[in-house]
């Protein structure tokens, strides 16, 4: 009589080496959706790496635009309208001689002051400027501010922003008169103004006369002007919105009219008499 045995090692083992298979495939898939999360994953981490070094960059220029305008307010100051002293800071000349014109390398300015001025991740700073020259009562400033370079952009990626502005010729005697409300002038009054550098000063011949003095109101009621029949070397300001409207009535002047004029007047504040002898 024969025996016979069951292959239960035979059955073990082929369920063991199922239940390998199946953890296999189980984690192959896995690992294939992760693969493919981070395909897709990658490219967005890149351009959102790429866009904040672009908008780094884009904040780099506005601020050497700014630094442009303020060399530019500087030098008016400094200078004037003598042109040796803008040629000797640097400056150079427009071929119509209306304008100056300058560059500035942040490079060529750490050599120069022994600072550092850098830009990070390799960037190079640039800032250009143009400015109108001083002889116009407005003054007008373009300025423009270059970043180039860069780690994370791409070979010769640039950015540049520009700021432009305008300015009035910086004279702390501009203002000839002017009225928190109103004024009511009678008879023919004459406003002018000169430069005290240009002695001497005389208006019956038209000597040194006629350096744009500003006469208004602050009101914004334009008929708080009453000029009669005055006369203005300059320019009238009103605080009053352009409504179409003439403010001068009767009066002449060889500037222009300053729509939406504003200015702040300190509080004046009467002193107290209590206690005086008014006798005496």
């Known amino acids: 009589m024969k025996n016979y045995r069951p292959h239960c090692t035979s059955l073990i083992e082929?369920?063991?080496?199922?239940?390998?298979g199946s953890?296999?495939?189980?984690?192959?898939?896995?690992?294939?959706?992760?693969?493919?999360?981070?395909?897709?994953?990658?490219?967005l981490m890149l351009t959102d790496?790429?866009?904040?070094?672009?908008?780094?960059?884009?904040?780099?220029?506005?601020?050497l635009a700014e630094s442009g305008?303020?060399?530019?307010?500087?030098?008016?100051?400094?200078?004037?309208?003598?042109?040796?002293?803008?040629?000797?800071?640097?400056?150079?000349?427009?071929?119509?001689g209306a304008y100056w014109y300058r560059e500035w390398d942040l490079s060529d300015i750490s050599a120069e002051t022994g600072g550092i001025y850098t830009l990070d991740e390799d960037r190079i700073g640039v800032f250009r400027v143009i400015v109108q020259k001083v002889e116009s009562s407005t003054i007008n400033i373009v300025s423009q501010g270059i970043v180039t370079g860069g780690k994370n952009v791409?070979?010769?990626?640039?950015?540049?922003?520009?700021?432009?502005?305008?300015?009035?010729?910086?004279?702390?005697?501009?203002?000839?008169?002017?009225?928190?409300?109103?004024?009511d002038f009678n008879g023919q009054p004459t406003f002018d103004s000169y430069d005290s550098r240009l002695f001497p000063y005389d208006y019956s011949l038209g000597m040194n006369s006629g350096s744009n003095v500003i006469v208004g109101s602050a009101s914004l009621d334009v008929s708080k002007l009453d000029l009669g029949n005055a006369h203005i070397d300059g320019d009238l300001a009103t605080g009053a919105?352009?409504?179409g409207s003439d403010p001068l009535g009767g009066a002449s002047m060889s500037g222009k009219v300053i729509w939406y004029f504003n200015m702040n007047f300190p509080e004046v504040i009467v002193p107290s008499t209590a206690g005086w002898n008014t006798s005496i």
């Open 154 to 183: 791409a070979k010769g990626f640039t950015v540049t922003r520009y700021i432009e502005t305008q300015f009035r010729r910086p004279n702390p005697f501009g203002y000839g008169l002017i009225a928190r409300d109103g004024f």
């Open 241 to 243: 919105a352009d409504d």
């Open 49 to 63: 790496w790429k866009m904040n070094s672009r908008t780094s960059a884009q904040e780099a220029a506005f601020s």
């Open 69 to 96: 305008v303020d060399e530019a307010a500087w030098a008016m100051l400094e200078f004037d309208d003598n042109d040796d002293d803008w040629t000797d800071a640097g400056w150079s000349e427009s071929t119509n």
């Open 14 to 20: 082929n369920d063991e080496r199922g239940d390998r």
């Open 23 to 43: 953890a296999l495939l189980i984690t192959l898939i896995f690992a294939s959706i992760i693969l493919y999360g981070l395909a897709g994953l990658i490219p």
